[in-house]
């Protein structure tokens, strides 16, 4: 059964540091998301991605962040300059589109800020 | 924006009994309702999703139920098992083709043996 991989799983960083979080979307999926969830809180949308191009975002994704499809497989989030406060599981997402409508997910990467 | 709020927090039930989680929105808007399990570790994973033009939809042990009046939506599990025992996640998202979901806070489900 296709899934949606991410990696790494688990990353421990220090505050201000750079870290990017990778993720390969289901091969024949047309839109990507990324969502967070932090310890016990609920899982909260961060953005959505298709045809190269942020399509939504929510008030959380600021300039910290950017998503990217480097090479036509992976998709990626970056975080510029982390905060204590972005430590939080981050899943990726794909869905085939409009008329598909389910999101898959994947399981998550942990990210722990120092 | 859209608001969902999800109760209870936590429920067990015994082996075989039904269990029923309940959500309401804000957004008169949202006309797609999916229901994700947690298992321990994992990524949320679709159980089951209704469309704001249907009432009722039903997969085996697992059914939902939407009233677009009052701006709520249920899961119902019939004869649990211990195997269904994971957090249970409903969520909104209007129309369009980016899948922007508004979760709830989650359900901690256990069925006891």
């Known amino acids: 059964e296709p899934e949606v991989t991410q990696t790494p799983s688990h990353q421990v960083t220090q505050m201000g540091q750079e870290v990017i979080l990778r993720c390969v979307p289901i091969?024949?999926?047309?839109?990507f998301y990324w969502y967070r969830q932090i310890l016990g809180q609920k899982v909260e949308f961060l953005v959505s991605?298709?045809?190269?191009?942020?399509?939504?975002k929510s008030e959380i994704f600021d300039d910290q962040f950017s998503v990217e499809r480097p090479d036509g497989s992976n998709f990626t989030l970056k975080i510029r300059s982390t905060k204590l406060e972005d430590s939080a599981m981050y899943f990726c997402?794909?869905?085939?589109?409009?008329?598909?409508?389910?999101?898959?997910f994947g399981e998550g990467s942990r990210l722990t800020v120092l | 924006g859209e608001n969902v709020e999800q109760h209870p927090s936590t429920l067990s039930v015994q082996e075989g009994d039904s269990a029923v989680i309940k959500c309401t929105y804000s957004?008169?808007?949202?006309?797609?309702f999916p229901w994700y399990k947690q298992e321990l570790g994992k990524g949320p994973q679709l159980i089951i999703d209704?469309?704001?033009?249907?009432g009722e939809k039903k997969d085996q042990r697992i059914a939902v139920t939407l009233n677009k009046t009052a701006k709520h939506f249920s899961l119902h599990i019939t004869e649990t098992q211990p195997e269904d025992s994971a957090v249970y996640f409903c969520?909104?998202?209007?129309?369009?083709?980016?899948?922007?979901?508004?979760f709830g806070s989650g359900t901690q489900l256990t069925v006891l043996p």
């Open positions: 091969s024949n999926h047309l839109y």
């Open positions: 209704i469309r704001s033009n249907v």
């Open positions: 991605f298709y045809n190269n191009e942020i399509s939504e």
């Open positions: 957004d008169s808007a949202s006309n797609y």
């Open positions: 969520a909104a998202s209007g129309y369009g083709s980016a899948r922007q979901l508004t």
């Open positions: 997402a794909s869905s085939e589109g409009l008329a598909g409508g389910e999101l898959f």
